[in-house]
């Protein structure tokens, strides 16, 4: 039998072993994940169409929003309301094909990848991948409100209304947009087995986001409760709320700005709860917007988990 002090020092010595190894196990994880998140930079950035239809589409954005739809933006409630429209809509594309076919599209890669990683590793580096891609698609999609600004010297909000910048502001609801949209199309090119299907469903989703996003139709019952689950009415909430839509005249007042205030009222358009100019109704909507990333980032990682089983069978 060992002495006491032994067996203690045994003990001890277990107990340091195990810490050494989760420490180990930790920092083995991290370093598969970025070994795979280097690995698909470096095949990202090899494909030079690609990298240049992800710039060449935000760059579009901004100028159809410059210089179609941003000459009575921040003058009137319909045309600022129809600009923040396009750029919400963008957003959504941009997002949505930017990863439609990441996996999909490499499914015999990903399969061999997914047998030297893990699904979280896996789904983790496309998903930072994506991140950063989303980050410089944002920056540009955002400085449209500065040229708008330069070009027709219209004013626009003094301040957001969390942060001082209501660049800074606009830029956070943009890249939310369109993160979120990145996971839903990385949770799609998941799903799928083929690069026609992806193709082929993409139009759909758009179309269901432009048709529930509440600013074409006035919905009521299962098709209201239905737009709840849509990226484009939460986009437009944000976007419009930090544009101060409900502050801005309609078309009709500023034509008959000259008639007496009683007329006026006639032809004033009435607050709209979804542009609530608060803290609380932007944060709120932010943070419906992240969960939707989320949410579609989890799914893919099922999805991926699935493949992974998959291949082994």
């Known amino acids: 039998m060992k002495p006491a002090w032994a067996l203690k020092t045994s003990a001890g010595s277990t107990r340091t072993w195990n810490k050494k190894n989760r420490l180990f196990g930790e920092k083995w994880k991290q370093s598969k994940m970025l070994n795979q998140l280097n690995l698909y930079t470096h095949m990202w950035f090899g494909r030079k169409k690609t990298v240049l239809l992800s710039l060449l589409f935000p760059v579009a954005t901004m100028a159809v929003v410059v210089w179609i739809a941003g000459k009575n933006m921040f003058v009137n409630f319909e045309d600022t309301k129809s600009a923040s429209f396009i750029i919400v809509c963008a957003a959504i594309w941009c997002g949505l094909f930017n990863s439609i076919q990441t996996i999909v599209s490499d499914r015999h890669d990903t399969v061999l990848d997914l047998r030297s990683t893990n699904a979280f590793c896996y789904t983790g580096a496309r998903a930072i991948l994506?991140?950063?891609?989303?980050?410089?698609?944002?920056?540009?999609?955002?400085?449209?409100y500065t040229l708008v600004k330069l070009n027709y010297g219209h004013d626009l909000p003094k301040s957001g209304i969390i942060f001082g910048s209501v660049w800074f502001?606009?830029?956070?609801?943009?890249?939310?947009?369109?993160?979120?949209?990145?996971?839903?199309?990385?949770?799609?090119?998941?799903?799928?087995?083929?690069?026609?299907?992806?193709?082929?469903?993409?139009?759909?989703?758009?179309?269901?986001?432009?048709?529930?996003?509440?600013?074409?139709?006035?919905?009521?019952?299962?098709?209201?409760?239905?737009?709840?689950?849509?990226?484009?009415?939460w986009g437009m909430q944000?976007?419009?709320?930090?544009?101060?839509l409900n502050s801005l005249e309609s078309k009709l007042q500023l034509e008959h700005s000259h008639l007496l205030p009683e007329v006026i009222k006639l032809v004033k358009h009435k607050p709209e709860a979804a542009y609530k100019a608060t803290a609380a109704h932007l944060q709120q909507t932010w943070l419906i917007l992240f969960a939707f990333g989320l949410a579609f980032f989890l799914v893919t990682l099922l999805l991926v988990s699935r493949i992974k089983k998959a291949a082994k069978a």
């Open 169 to 233: 502001e606009f830029f956070v609801s943009i890249f939310l947009i369109m993160w979120s949209s990145d996971m839903m199309g990385l949770m799609v090119s998941g799903l799928v087995k083929d690069k026609s299907a992806a193709n082929t469903l993409a139009p759909y989703i758009l179309i269901f986001e432009l048709i529930f996003s509440g600013l074409f139709f006035d919905m009521s019952g299962l098709a209201d409760k239905f737009s709840y689950l849509m990226i484009s009415r």
């Open 238 to 244: 944000a976007v419009g709320s930090t544009s101060r």
């Open 130 to 144: 994506q991140t950063g891609l989303v980050l410089v698609q944002s920056l540009i999609i955002t400085l449209s």
